[in-house]
């Protein structure tokens, strides 16, 4: 796997934690999530302290 | 002025510059400024004070996006749910959560085989992907929960897909999580992939810690 896919791979378990994970506060303001795409670009800067195992 | 809430730690914990404890009874918030500019700063933010507060303390991270109307409010709601929210944090008091996504090499990719041209095709389609599904959870789910304190495994959303898991897991034992996801990743039938160690998203109890701010929600 090169480093580029594995760094999509965790930047995906990342959205899906930051966007269904954790404690619900209902009367929350969820903040707009607008540039999805834009949004992948910048979390590269975070994912490098998380570690991915390789696949074959 | 709201208060936005990133998640909650043990009482005292040290946090990273620019953020607030809330202090409640027997746990605190952690509580800051939404960041500034659109939701990929704000995105960024929340991923990384959960990522630095993991390193220190255990963490019960709040939802993204959370916001209650102001301190006041989420002390009301910490007074409240103060037992659901202290046995959330000992529930992952020394764990973290490992992300793993699982596949079969062999698994076509959707729509790469000619739609089912009869009913009866269909239906040993249906079952033969349930079977795979099933083989895929006794080789991959079955070995990983042995080593894990809690899982959550979803089979693949579609035919062929990967399977999605979390795994909490004692921080003695990601070492050992970790080896045997290698293992399965040389497995030449399975595409596997493991993340982490991630503060643990997937495993609050929503059922206890549900909070609701009683202000706002009217």
């Known amino acids: 796997m090169t480093a580029d896919l594995r760094a999509d791979v965790t930047l995906v378990d990342l959205l899906d934690r930051l966007l269904g994970g954790g404690v619900v506060i209902a009367g929350e303001v969820t903040l707009g999530l607008v540039d999805i795409d834009l949004v992948r670009v910048s979390l590269r800067l975070l994912v490098s302290s998380v570690e991915t195992l390789e696949s074959s | ?218």
């Open chain 2, 1 to 218: 002025m709201t208060t936005y809430v990133f998640g909650f730690v043990e009482p005292g914990a040290a946090l990273p510059p620019l953020l607030r404890r809330v202090p409640g009874p027997g746990v605190d918030a952690v509580v800051g400024e939404p960041a500034a500019g659109d939701a990929r700063e704000a995105l960024l933010r929340h991923g990384e004070v959960l990522q630095r507060l993991l390193a220190s303390t255990a963490v019960v991270p709040a939802r993204f996006g959370s916001a209650v109307t102001d301190d006041a409010a989420l002390e009301r709601l910490m007074t409240e749910r103060a037992a659901g929210l202290r046995a959330a944090l000992g529930r992952v008091r020394g764990r973290v959560e490992l992300a793993v996504r699982a596949a079969w090499a062999s698994s076509p990719p959707p729509r790469a085989e000619p739609a089912p041209t009869s009913g009866r095709e269909w239906l040993l389609r249906k079952a033969a992907d349930a079977e795979a599904a099933r083989r895929l959870r006794s080789r991959v789910d079955s070995p990983l929960t042995e080593l894990a304190a809690d899982g959550r495994w979803a089979s693949p959303s579609a035919p062929g897909g990967p399977a999605t898991a979390a795994y909490l897991v004692d921080s003695v034992d990601v070492e050992a999580f970790t080896a045997r996801a290698r293992q399965l990743a040389a497995d030449p039938e399975l595409v596997l992939t493991c993340t982490g160690p991630w503060p643990p998203y997937s495993f609050v109890d929503l059922a206890d810690v549900d909070l609701v701010d009683e202000e706002a929600a009217r």
